[in-house]
C-alpha cells in the first residue's frame, strides 16, 4: 500500500500520550454508525460455555501477570462512564 493513512489515518485508533493520557480514537464513532447485516438476529446472551471459559481466561490474564501499569487508568476511566 503506497500511502498509509489512507488504511489508517491520524486519530482513528485510541491512543496513549507520553504522560499516560488516553485519547479515544475516531474509529467509535464508525461503529456506532454501522449496523451489521442479520446482527439484530444474534443473542450475545447465548455464549457458549467455551466461549466464556475463553475469555474469562483472557480476563484473568490481563488482570494478572499479563497485566501493564498503563491499562489501570484506562480502565477505571471506562468503568465510570458506564
Known amino acids: 500500500m503506497e500511502n498509509d493513512t489512507q488504511y489508517l489515518p491520524p486519530g482513528f485508533l ?15 464513532l464508525y461503529t456506532e ?3 451489521l447485516e442479520g446482527s439484530e438476529t444474534i443473542n450475545a446472551c447465548h455464549s457458549t460455555a467455551l466461549a466464556n471459559e475463553q475469555r474469562q481466561m483472557i480476563a484473568e490474564f490481563f488482570t494478572g501477570p499479563g497485566a501493564v ?14
Open 33 to 35: 454508525q454501522v449496523e
Open 14 to 28: 485510541d491512543s496513549i500520550d507520553g504522560q499516560g493520557d488516553s485519547s479515544p480514537g475516531q474509529w467509535k
Open 69 to 82: 501499569d498503563f491499562q489501570w487508568p484506562i480502565i477505571d476511566a471506562s468503568n465510570s462512564s458506564a
